[in-house]
């Protein structure tokens, strides 16, 4: 088999998945910055804050990806008058800004729910030890609840930033150059699409599990309270 | 009423505390007082208000009716929108709650920190205490409960005598009025019962004013200057522990004692004494 046309092809390809790295990047980012907020109000019991919460995520996981992302590219365009107004439109005019938002509101609405079970998973009885002492509200969340909610987060949230890398690859619909958009171009030209889509995908694999190393080892590294984790020869003299 | 007229202020007041989840009532009128340097146990069966009565106190649970002093300060409580009673001002929630520690049947240290930083945590973020001071506080405590050489160990690696000692010393440096112990040895096997009950008799002994609800009897009689017995949440006999203790009045309170609530009355033959002394 004459793989000349992909040795050709990878130096664009690579550029294409710079792109999708850094698209990845920036929305599960933002997206996570978002998701705490998001994930608070939904478990507050004021009305005003867990219903807007709830009607966000309901839409954002409850409708497709590219559907979102067509409203929010060619939709916007409806409203260039107001958005112009509003001294935004030249950021809707640009796909990467339309593929970046999208992206982030979309991954927002799952960590989010992620982040609902995590906060209800974290044990009761440390939420009281911490109320005990007089911590609440904000203080209580920061050092206590997401500390914990993170840690409990984390095989949930490795799934949602692999399932975010590759639905980056919807962005080329969008006229935008990431990995898939370079390999559909390339295609369009060479007729090649076997090879070219084979090694494209290869290179999604290799993403995708650095992705999955990184986070086990963070996982290792956060785990350090939990006993199951074998560290170094740490002999308890547990009566448990 | 206007005990607080008093020339000292209890370090903990209750009065005709109420609290009913649904249908069952489980406070149904408690008072009580502790008086600087009262170690005061809390007995009686389950189900009959002990720990509900600790965690009213600190509002962990809110009572339905009546009202808790702390210092001769008075919670207030107000309404929500629902009906539902309520504390009227948060923040004076907190701050009550920091000069009042508490000390859990299991533990529930922040198992994501380690020993020390379950210590000084909240000296540092609610009180304010200044790192490096609440650090070499943190290490007396730790060299006070015998834990020093576990500071940097995660909860988990530690033993439940260990866990408990740790959450004991947590509590300490908030440096409260009033401690608040609820059954803290009821979660430990038998033989880490010693080590944890050691530390709260130093408590004693240095004049904090404790409230412990426990289990123990020997330990009751040989700590507690006062003792109540709680039933079907109304306070049934209280009084010195070693005559409350040793001459129970009720019926109810003997028969606990000589342990027939556990049910071993069936196993072991009743006894006056019901336990030994602690040692």
């Known amino acids: ?240 | 009423m206007t005990p607080d007229a008093g020339p000292r202020e209890a370090a903990l007041r209750v009065t005709n505390l109420h609290k009913a989840f649904g249908s069952l009532d489980v406070l149904r009128g408690v008072s009580l007082a502790a008086h600087e340097h009262d170690v005061i146990a809390v007995m009686g069966a389950s189900g009959s208000g002990k720990s509900t009565l600790l965690r009213c106190i600190n509002l962990l649970d809110i009572p339905d009716a009546g009202e808790v002093h702390v210092g001769g300060e008075l919670i207030h409580m107000g309404f929500d929108r629902r009906g539902q009673r309520t504390p009227a001002d948060p923040r004076q929630v907190d701050r009550i709650r920091t000069r009042l520690g508490m000390v859990f049947q299991r533990f529930n240290l922040w198992s994501h920190m380690t020993v020390l930083q379950n210590i000084v945590e909240a000296p540092i973020r609610v009180l304010g205490v200044p790192r490096r001071r609440a650090m070499e506080q943190a290490d007396h405590l730790l060299r006070k409960v015998g834990l020093y050489d576990k500071r940097d160990d995660f909860p988990a690696y530690l033993s439940g005598g260990q866990e408990q000692r740790a959450a004991i010393a947590r509590a300490l440096a908030m440096e409260p009025e009033v401690l608040l112990l609820d059954e803290p040895t009821s979660a430990l096997d038998p033989e880490l019962v010693g080590e944890v009950l050691k530390v709260i008799d130093d408590l004693a002994a240095e004049g904090r004013t404790m409230l412990i609800v426990t289990h123990e009897i020997g330990f009751a009689r040989a700590v507690s200057s006062r003792t109540i017995f709680l039933h079907q949440g109304m306070v049934s006999e209280q009084g010195p522990s070693r005559q409350v203790l040793d001459e129970p009045r009720s019926e109810r309170f003997r028969q606990f004692l000589s342990g027939g609530d556990w049910g071993r009355s069936a196993l072991t033959t009743p006894s006056q004494s019901g336990e030994n002394e602690s040692p």
Not at chain 1, 146 to 173: C, D, G, H
Not at chain 1, 188 to 197: C, D, G, M, V, W
């Open chain 1, 1 to 240: 088999m004459d793989l000349a046309i992909v040795w050709e092809s990878l130096p664009r390809l690579l550029e294409g998945a710079v792109l999708t790295l850094e698209i990845t990047f920036v929305s599960l980012l933002a997206g996570l910055c978002l998701a705490v907020p998001v994930a608070i109000a939904r478990l507050s019991h004021r009305r005003i804050l867990w219903m807007p919460a709830y009607g966000y995520m309901l839409y954002f996981r409850g409708t497709p990806l590219l559907v979102q992302l067509f409203l929010v590219y060619y939709g916007s365009g409806q409203f260039q008058p107001l958005l112009d107004q509003a001294g935004v439109w030249f950021l809707f005019r640009e796909a990467y800004f339309c593929a970046v938002l999208t992206l982030t509101l979309n991954t927002a609405a799952y960590t989010a729910e992620i982040l609902r079970g995590a906060i209800i998973a974290v044990p009761r009885g440390e939420i009281e030890a911490a109320r005990s002492v007089g911590m609440s509200g904000l203080l209580l969340y920061r050092r206590i609840i997401l500390p914990k909610a993170f840690r409990l987060a984390l095989p949930a949230y490795t799934n949602e930033a692999v399932f975010l890398l590759q639905a980056t690859s919807l962005v080329s619909i969008i006229t935008l150059l990431d990995l898939t958009g370079v390999a559909r171009i390339i295609v369009a030209r060479s007729f090649e699409p076997y090879k070219l889509y084979i090694a494209a995908g290869l290179i999604y694999l290799v993403i995708t599990y650095t992705f999955v190393l990184v986070s086990r080892r963070l996982e290792l590294r956060l785990s350090g309270h939990r006993r199951e984790q074998p560290v170094g020869g740490v002999g308890s003299a547990s009566g448990r």
